[in-house]
T-cell receptor, first 109, second 115 residues
Framework: GQNIDQPTEMTATEGAIVQINCTYQTSGFNGLFWYQQHAGEAPTFLSYNVLDGLEEKGRFSSFLSRSKGYSYLLLKELQMKDSASYLCAVRDSNYQLIWGAGTKLIIKP | ETGVTQTPRHLVMGMTNKKSLKCEQHLGHNAMYWYKQSAKKPLELMFVYNFKEQTENNSVPSRFSPECPNSSHLFLHLHTLQPEDSALYLC??????????????FGPGTRLTVL
């Protein structure tokens, strides 16, 4: 079966750095997505990786290792507004997105 | 604002009611999706339409019936639902179902409660 694993919940301090991991086992691979979802709101696109390596976008970076079936989302200089759920999704060989259950990130002052 | 709107935002219905969820996208996309999101569970893909044609039906019970009259509008018709169908129903759209990055853009969802 296809599976995406990510931690259920993480806590970090304002101004710090946090890394949210995602491991996957899917039928084929056509890219990995990270989305942010604030409570009661729509998921919004953060990043896309299809080749190995690090993609940086401001305070957010995403890393991919296809051989290890592993990705992480790195958030720097954390702000209170970063409190949200972070969803990892992999596009499989049928171009369907397989989703993780999400990581709820709690930022403390 | 993501360019995808959904109505209603909240819906409470009895098991014998019939209701419809509406989704509209203003992004000029060709693919539209219905997802179910339950607490602490992964997003479940229900239906996919590409150029108004249904391309995926992930073993969804027949009490959920989708309709896609054009590339901008998507409906989910509901009838004789069960309490376990209570969830957040998300609509999304993308340029196409294959090729390139093809990022999906989500609407705010309809919070459905079945009594």
């Amino acid at each position: 079966g296809q599976n995406i694993d990510q931690p259920t919940e993480m806590t970090a301090t304002e101004g710090a750095i946090v890394q949210i991991n995602c491991t996957y086992q899917t039928s084929g691979f056509n890219g990995l997505f990270w989305y942010q979802q604030h409570a009661g709101e729509a998921p919004t696109f953060l990043s896309y990786n299809v080749l190995d390596g690090l993609e940086e976008k401001g305070r957010f970076s995403s890393f991919l290792s296809r051989s290890k079936g592993y990705s992480y989302l790195l958030l720097k200089e954390l702000q209170m507004k970063d409190s949200a759920s972070y969803l990892c999704a992999v596009r499989d060989s049928n171009y369907q997105l397989i989703w993780g259950a999400g990581t709820k990130l709690i930022i403390k002052p | 604002e993501t360019g995808v709107t959904q109505t209603p935002r909240h819906l409470v219905m009895g098991m014998t009611n019939k209701k419809s969820l509406k989704c509209e996208q203003h992004l000029g996309h060709n693919a539209m999706y219905w997802y179910k999101q339950s607490a602490k569970k992964p997003l479940e893909l229900m239906f996919v339409y590409n150029f108004k044609e249904q391309t995926e039906n992930n073993s969804v019970p027949s009490r959920f019936s989708p309709e896609c009259p054009n590339s901008s509008h998507l409906f989910l018709h509901l009838h004789t639902l069960q309490p376990e169908d209570s969830a957040l129903y998300l609509c999304a759209s993308s340029q196409d179902i294959a090729g390139g990055v093809d990022t999906q853009y989500f609407g705010p969802g309809t919070r459905l409660t079945v009594l």
